[in-house]
T-cell receptor, first 112, second 113 residues
């Protein structure tokens, strides 16, 4: 069964600290993996998208990694800001017209 | 990228009534989708909105309850019919061009009383 598992479920960190969120997937075939940020009451916004051949991609203070062999991805946030408080969702695509597979997200709270 | 406008952003409805949610994309897209998101949960795909033909529904969702229209490449509607409190949720419109990045609307927060 195609699944995406994220950990931790929630995380609280101090402002300016770094953190890493994890994503494991069993989706097959694999086309690409995406990380989204979802602020409370808003729709998800794309942070990164990686295909099989990419093992790292950055978007400002966000850096995503992908290990397609172990089917793991991580999202590293550097020098966190209060505005980083949100849910971060890992999404895997099997390609074609198959539905995206969503993780349940990690709820990040950055506190002063 | 694509900008998706979804309305209404929120509504409180009486049980037994219906609500139609509109989704407008600012550029042509290949695929449009409708999702439901329960509080604290991930997104669940309701259906794929097909232009000019019937939507493709996922298991657990039926056309009579969630009729969908997509008259052209940039516009779609989702109707939540004969609502009950269990339909209270966030409904999200999404669009993509092929198997690339998906874009999401702001969501419609529906409360059924």
């Amino acid at each position: 069964k195609n699944q995406v598992e994220q950990s931790p479920q929630s995380l609280i960190i101090l402002e300016r600290k770094n953190c890493t969120l994890q994503c494991n997937y069993t989706v097959s075939p694999f086309s690409n993996l995406r990380w989204y940020k979802q602020d409370t009451g808003r729709g998800p916004v794309s942070l990164t998208i990686m295909t099989f051949s990419e093992n790292t991609k950055s978007n400002g203070r966000y850096t995503a990694t992908l290990d397609a062999d172990t089917k793991q991805s991580s999202l590293h946030i550097t020098a966190s800001q209060l505005s980083d408080s949100a849910s971060y969702i890992c999404v895997v695509s099997a390609g074609g017209n198959t539905p995206l597979v969503f993780g349940k997200g990690t709820r990040l709270s950055v506190i002063a | 990228s694509a900008v998706i406008s979804q309305k209404p952003s929120r509504d409180i409805c009486q049980r037994g009534t219906s609500l139609t949610i509109q989704c407008q994309v600012d550029s042509q897209v290949t695929m449009m989708f409708w999702y439901r998101q329960q509080p604290g949960q991930s997104l669940t795909l309701i259906a794929t909105a097909n232009q000019g033909s019937e939507a493709t529904y996922e298991s657990g969702f039926v056309i009579d309850k969630f009729p969908i229209s997509r008259p052209n490449l940039t516009f779609s509607t989702l109707t939540v019919s004969n609502m009950s409190p269990e339909d209270s949720s966030i409904y999200l419109c999404s669009a993509s061009r092929g198997n690339t990045e998906a874009f999401f609307g702001q969501g419609t927060r529906l409360t059924v009383v």
